[in-house]
Structure formats: structure tokens, C-alpha cells
């Protein structure tokens, strides 16, 4: 049969998609008036992506890019994606900020810079203020701003005199670094810098302060399907990312569809490092600016506003974030508000999140999400985190299995007003606070809790619950507490004093079950070991509590690999367990909803930390073959 010529176009289309995609290339050498040709590149990784369509890669040579990457537009699927990437042995390193020349000896060890106004664009980092809702700034202004001597941020002082005279803030996680401080002063042609580089000479050295507020970020939603990939990025004067905000960040999703964030360096945010969040349409710091209602009622607003606007599977969520190393910013790793719906969270190395501590608030956190619906969170490694995972209304199909969890100074895991089901498996918990449960709802199996349980009702709130694998709401409710299911857990137990309840609606406090004895709804709890002294739940099924003190355990750093050295008892491998599965947990009280994997089949809990297969009566706790007598076990 004869193909027309006006046909063929149409026809080769079909046959050969993709077959137009291209690879740009992006060069220091390069030049914005370049085709993006390997021979001829462009310069900046913006122009690139003025020209990128779906299908397209954008290859980013060895180089430092300082500019603000805005894409816009995204792919068309996750077959034909837009990706971005630095290529491949190369350190493509993109910054928020500008090094600054100059500087003038002012008194002492501090220093002076004038800085044109005009260096900043429509926003200047040291004249904006960070605000929002849930922000607390600890009774003084903070700048989005920041100074960063060879890679590292100063501390901000409200006042000259904090340079002039600094003291230790004793808040911070290293205090002696607090003194290394510095101060904005703006009028209307220039910004004024004082900073206090005790003793070393800024103009010899690396100084750079914050002048865009974010590394790569669309401008606006639904720039789907999205990868970055293998880049170092920071210093990003990035503002507070509320749940009932736009939630910007240093790298960020902007309520777009199948991002893929992967093997990247991210540091030195002011806010937020990675943000899989909301859009400002739906509310934008909505309790500030109308306080007359309480943050509950407009956060419950903001969600129907969302599901008007169409918040589904369908157009937000579906993201990848994964073997990223982030560190050094102020509120949060990674956060979203309803945007991480549907996403994949591993293999991230989180560290140093609010280590300055010079404002707090409570959206703080290594990872921190509200609706976490169908969202999957393991392998991850947090610590020196404050808090390091905080599971914030409709953790819903969440599963969270396989992290490391220690040296966080809030507590490892808060589950804030959620109902279930959620699935909590072979973590490693070992701070001083474990777990933060103000929820119901939850399956906690194979785990390892070091540190204190807090068990708390949450009686005033009503938050969603939703339709299975949905965005919908089904109902609301408020959290009578309970409702969880506890099975071949090990808790050990501290020194720290517990805390009863003095009345059944209180919290309680301490090491084991025994907080959950006071809650309106019963647990289910079997297989569980309780070592030096930690207590099972009343109504415990065959509890294994072991007399004598309590297994000394520490964890130990070296290099790039974390080892936790422990003596388990012997006596773990014969306690008398079920394999975990659906079937066992049943469902829950509230949302009504079997514990089952995102697709809907059914839940198996067949493997142990490491990924070894479990037997039919598992061994307790995080490792199926723990090692007989004291051991030193790689855990990363």
C-alpha cells in the first residue's frame, strides 16, 4: 500500500518516538549564545533549560554555576522525562550565592562589606525576614539571608553588638562556632555586611553570602517528571516552608508529578533542603494572616482546598528522592505538604538539620511530611537531626522500614495525628526518644527502640482519614490513642525517669509498652523483648522480659560506615513470634483499612533490616541472625 508524503512525517513519529531527543551541554568554557552542542556549549544551566523539552538531557560539566535553575517546563511522562545531570566524574556544583570582595576592617576581627542592592534581583536576602506559620523566631528577626566563610555559615546576630562582643549561643550544637557571627544593615542603593571572621582576613580567604533563594526551583506548579542528578548544590536563601504554604526549598517539586532527585550534595539551606510540597494557591501562611481561627481548622481548609483543585495521584506526587547526602539547614532535609503523596524516600544520608538552633518552630525535622499517603521511607540514615522523622497528619499506607535513626536530640520518630494504617519495621531507634506516638492506627514490628516511648491522646484535633491508595477524605476523627499493633519489637531501657499519667487522658512516658496501658483503644502486642528493666503492655501475649541490666550498646563512626556494638541475650532467637502480615494486623479502628503495600496486595514483613529473608517464627527485633555474644554490626 503507497504511504502519502503528507502521511509520512506522521508515521515516522510514531515509529521512532523519542528520536528527536537531544543531549545539551553546559559549560564554564561555554557560551548562553551556543547551540548546546558538546563542541559548543552553553554557560549557564538556565539557558539549557529555556531550550530543554521533554526527552531532553542536560548534561552540566565540571564547574561552579551561580544562578537560580527555573525550569520551564517539564517532560510529558516518566518514559520522556527532562533530566538534568552532572556528568558523569564530574563536580557540577550550583549556588545560591555570590563571593564577595572587599572587605574593610572594621574593629577588631570584624569586618565590613557594601554590597550594591542591585547584586540581589527582585528579593534582597538581608531585608527579607523569615515568617510563617508555626515559625518561631525566638523573640528576635532572622534574615534569609547568610555569610559563609570557606563553606561554612556564621551565625546571624539582630544586633551589631552580637558581632562586635559575640558569646557562645548555647542552644547550638557546637557553640564555639556560634562565635563567628555577622549583621545586615539595607537602605535603598546598598546592603552593609559586619561580620566577625575571628581572625581570618575575608578577602584572602572564601566568602560567600546568600543571594538567590533557592538552587533549582520551578517558578510555578506542574513541572512534571523532572530528574536531577548527581549535582553538588547550596547556599540558598530559602524562606520558612509551612504545611499551609508554598513550600519552597533549595532544590524543590513546586506541587508538580515524578521528580526524580538522586545522588546529589545538598547543604547550607536556610530553610528547607529538598521540598516535595504545596502550592501557594491553595493558602500561603494562612493561620498568620488570619489568627482569629486556630492552625487545625486552616490546615483542614487548606486540604479541601487541594482536593478542589484537584490533589490526586493523578497530578502531584509519584516522586523518587534518593541516595542524596543532606546537610546543614536550619528547618528541615526533606519536606512536603500533601505533595509527597505516592513518593519513594532512600538511601539519603541527613545530618546537622537544625544544628545552629538560632529560631525553632514546628515544622522541624530530618524528614517532616503531612499526608504522607502511600509514601515509602527507608534505608535512610538521619542523626544530629532534633527530630529526626516526623509523619504529620495522613500517614496513610506510609511504611517506614529499614532506617537508622540516632543521636537526635528531639526524637527519632513523632507520628502526630494520624489513624492509620502506617507500618513501622526493622528501624533502628536509637536516641533518647524513640518514638512520639500521638496517633493511632500504627504497626510497629522488628524494631530496635534504645531510648523512651511518649504515648499521648490528642482529644481536640480532628484530622482526615482517607479512601484506600486515594487522596479522598473519607471522615475525620480525633485521636483517642491506641489502636496500634506491637509485635517482635526489642526495647532496652535508660537511665532517663519515666513519666505516668496521672490521669488516662495524659501522656506517659518511659521504656516499653506500659505507656499504652491508660488508652481509650486496646493494642495488639506479641513477640516482643523487653531487656534491663523496659515493661510490656498489660494485655501483652507472651511478653519475653529478661531480668538483669540492660545490654550496653553504642554507636560507633568510621569513615563513610556506621557500626552498632551490642550484646543481645541468647535468649531473643527463642521468644515466640508470628510472621508479620497482613492478615495478623488486621485493620484498623478508625479509617476501617487493612496494612497492605501501596498496590493493595498483601503485606508480608519477610525480611529483616538487611534485607535477609525471615523464617515463619522470626527472630525479635531489627536482624534475623543477630550476632552470640558482643558484636560490632555494620548498619551503613
Known sequence: MAISHSAFPVVLLLILPGAFARELHVSPKGDDANDGSAPKPFKTISAAARVAQPGDTVTVHEGVYRERVNPPRGGESDAKRIVYQAAPGEKAVIKGSEVIRGWKP???????????????????????????????????????????????????SHLLEGVLNPRPYPDSRDPQGSLYTWYAETDAENTYIYANFRGADPNRELVEINVRPACFYPDAPGRDYITVRGFHMSQAATQWAAPTAEQPGLIGTHWSKGWIIENNVISNSK???????????????????????????????????????????????????????ISDCEQTGICGSLGAVFSLIENNHIYNIWAKRQFTGAEMAGIKLHGAIDVTIRNNRIHNAGRGLWMDWMAQGTRITANLLY???????????????????????????????????????????????????????????????????????????????????????????????????????????????????????????????????????GPLALPGPSPKWRVAGEGESVYLEIELPEAIRKTATLLVTSDLLGKTRVSGLPFVNPDGSPLVIGSDYFGKPRGAAPVAGPFEQPARGAAKVKVW
Open 271 to 325: 530553610c528547607s533542603g529538598i521540598t516535595l510540597g504545596k502550592d501557594r494557591a491553595t493558602g500561603h501562611n494562612v493561620w498568620t494572616l488570619d489568627p482569629r481561627k486556630d492552625g487545625a481548622t486552616h490546615y483542614n481548609e487548606v486540604i479541601f482546598r487541594a482536593l478542589n483543585a484537584g490533589w490526586s495521584r493523578d497530578t502531584v506526587g509519584s516522586h523518587v528522592v534518593r541516595n542524596n547526602v
Open 407 to 541: 543521636d537526635n536530640t528531639t526524637d527519632d520518630l513523632f507520628v502526630e495525628v494520624n489513624h492509620g494504617p502506617f507500618v513501622v519495621d526493622n528501624n533502628l531507634f536509637l536516641s533518647p526518644l524513640s518514638l512520639q506516638d500521638w496517633s493511632q492506627g500504627g504497626a510497629y514490628a522488628h524494631n530496635l527502640f534504645a531510648g523512651r516511648i511518649l504515648s499521648r491522646p490528642e482529644l481536640k484535633r480532628y484530622t482526615p482519614y482517607h479512601r484506600p491508595h486515594s487522596t479522598m477524605v473519607a471522615g475525620r476523627s480525633n485521636i483517642k490513642g491506641g489502636d496500634s499493633r506491637f509485635h517482635n519489637n526489642v526495647f532496652l531501657k535508660g537511665a532517663e525517669a519515666e513519666l505516668p499519667p496521672e490521669k488516662p487522658e495524659d501522656r506517659a512516658s518511659g521504656y516499653g509498652l506500659w505507656v499504652y496501658d491508660t488508652r481509650e483503644f486496646p493494642l495488639a502486642a506479641g513477640g516482643n523483648v523487653y531487656l534491663g528493666g523496659a515493661r510490656p503492655y498489660s494485655k501483652e501475649r
Open 106 to 156: 572594621f574593629q577588631g576581627t570584624v569586618w565590613k562589606a557594601v554590597v550594591p542592592n542591585s547584586l540581589f534581583g527582585d528579593s534582597n536576602p538581608y531585608r527579607d525576614l523569615i515568617w510563617g506559620d508555626w515559625f518561631n523566631g525566638k523573640g528576635r528577626p532572622h534574615h534569609t539571608g547568610e555569610v559563609y566563610l570557606n563553606g561554612k555559615s556564621l551565625y546571624e
